[in-house]
C-alpha cells in the first residue's frame, strides 16, 4: 500500500512569492491534514480537509489556503511568502474518523526556503 | 483548554541504559493518545495508539503506557538507531493536540 505522497520535496522562493504544495493521501483516506514545522516552534497545525470541506483550521494569517478535490488530493498555498514561511510543511491522511484507532499517517515533507 | 505537555525536552543516554519519556495531557474526552518518532528531515513515523487508562503497547524496545492523566513511553536497552525525537498527540474535535516532542539521543 503506498504511503502518503509530498511534492515537490525542496523548494526556494524570495520573499513576496506564492507556492502551492501538494498532496497525495493513502489510498481510501479522506482526510488531509496539514502542519508546519520549525525548530523552534514544533508541529503547528494549519488545516484539516474531509471530503473536500475545510473541517478545521489552525491559527495562521489568511496568506496560508489550502483545497481538496474529489480524489481526496489536496492542496496547499502560501501566498506573499516572508523569511519566517520557512520550514517543513508535512501532510498527513487518515480516514477521518473521531475514533482512537483513526490514525494519522505523514508524508515525508516539503522543506521550504523563503530568501 | 486542551494541552499536551512532553518532558523532558531531550534526553542523552548510553547504550543499553532504559529510560522513560513522558507526555502529559488535559483534554475533555480522550479519543486516543498517539506517539509517534520522527528522524530529521523527515515526516514522523507511526508508533502506537492507547485509548483506555491501563493500556500497554509494545514494539522492540519501546513500550507505552496509559494513565488517565499521562502517558510513558519506556524504552529499554537502547541502541544507536534508537536517536530520534518522539513525539506525542491526544486527539480532541477530529484535531491531533501535539505536544514538542522529546529529542532522545542514544550514545553507543
Known amino acids: 500500500k503506498a504511503g502518503v505522497t509530498q511534492t515537490p520535496r525542496y523548494l526556494i522562493k524570495t520573499r513576496g512569492q506564492q507556492v502551492t504544495l501538494s498532496c497525495s493521501p493513502i489510498?481510501?483516506?479522506?482526510?488531509v491534514s496539514w502542519y508546519q514545522q520549525t525548530p523552534g516552534q514544533g508541529l503547528q497545525f494549519l488545516f484539516e480537509?474531509?471530503?473536500?470541506?475545510?473541517?478545521n483550521k489552525g491559527n495562521f494569517p489568511g496568506r496560508f489556503s489550502g483545497r481538496q478535490f474529489s480524489n481526496s488530493r489536496s492542496e496547499m498555498n502560501v501566498s506573499t511568502l516572508e523569511l519566517g514561511d520557512s520550514a517543513l510543511y508535512l501532510c498527513a491522511s487518515s480516514f477521518g474518523h473521531e475514533t482512537p484507532t483513526d490514525t494519522q499517517y505523514f508524508g515525508p515533507g516539503t522543506r521550504l526556503t523563503v530568501l | 483548554e486542551d494541552q499536551v505537555t512532553q518532558s523532558p525536552e531531550a534526553l542523552r543516554l548510553q547504550e543499553g541504559e532504559s529510560s522513560s519519556l513522558n507526555c502529559s495531557y488535559t483534554?475533555?474526552?480522550?479519543?486516543?493518545l498517539f506517539w509517534y518518532r520522527q528522524d530529521p528531515g523527515k515526516g514522523p513515523e507511526f508508533l502506537f495508539t492507547l485509548y483506555s487508562a491501563g493500556e500497554e503497547k509494545e514494539k522492540e524496545r519501546l513500550k507505552a503506557t496509559l494513565t488517565k492523566k499521562e502517558s510513558f513511553l519506556h524504552i529499554t536497552a537502547p541502541k544507536p538507531e534508537d536517536s530520534a525525537t518522539y513525539l506525542c498527540a491526544v486527539r480532541s474535535n477530529y484535531q491531533l493536540i501535539w505536544g514538542a516532542g522529546t529529542k532522545l539521543i542514544i550514545k553507543p
Open positions: 483534554v475533555s474526552g480522550l479519543r486516543g
Open positions: 480537509y474531509f471530503s473536500e470541506t475545510q473541517r
Open positions: 489510498s481510501g483516506h479522506r482526510s
